[in-house]
């Protein structure tokens, strides 16, 4: 399991906690403009839309979700990801894909935040989750021909 966070029940409901945001073409619109948008990342690590007006709509509570309940935040973490989807045997579903991108933008953000050792192992583990999603993209062309 790549998110395990994704499994567990919401506390205030019957739940799982496993929202997907891009269900439709709008949908990866809607969360590019989110990203485009401008995050707020507290001193917890609480990831918020700035724009009221996006932070107001349904899936914003999806995206809010997702970043703040389901991707990883610390390093261990994220090594610990990155080492599962090293050895994933199979392309991802679309919501483990989904998500590993908002932790490489979570990632991005870290590295860009911190100093010198600390900058250094959030740009790696930025490239280990780009490599890790490039070889997911390229996974039917990696193959042996039978």
């Keep these: 399991m790549l998110f395990p966070s994704a499994q567990r029940f919401k506390r205030s409901s019957a739940a799982f906690l496993n929202p997907v945001l891009q269900n439709s073409l709008e949908d990866v619109v809607l969360l590019y403009e989110f990203l485009l948008a401008e995050l707020d990342i507290d001193k917890g690590q609480r990831i918020s839309i700035k724009d009221e007006e996006l932070a107001s709509l349904r899936k914003a509570a999806e995206f809010d979700t997702i970043c703040n309940e389901i991707i990883p935040k610390s390093i261990t973490e994220i090594r610990r990801l990155t080492s599962r989807l090293s050895s994933y ?41 780009y490599k890790a999603l490039k070889h997911d993209l390229m996974f039917p062309y990696n193959k042996e021909p039978s």
């Design 89 to 129: 045997p199979r392309v991802l579903k679309k919501e483990d894909f989904e998500r590993t991108v908002l932790t490489m933008v979570y990632t991005a953000y870290r590295a860009a935040q911190s100093q010198g050792h600390q900058k250094d192992m959030w740009a790696e583990s930025f490239v280990n989750l």
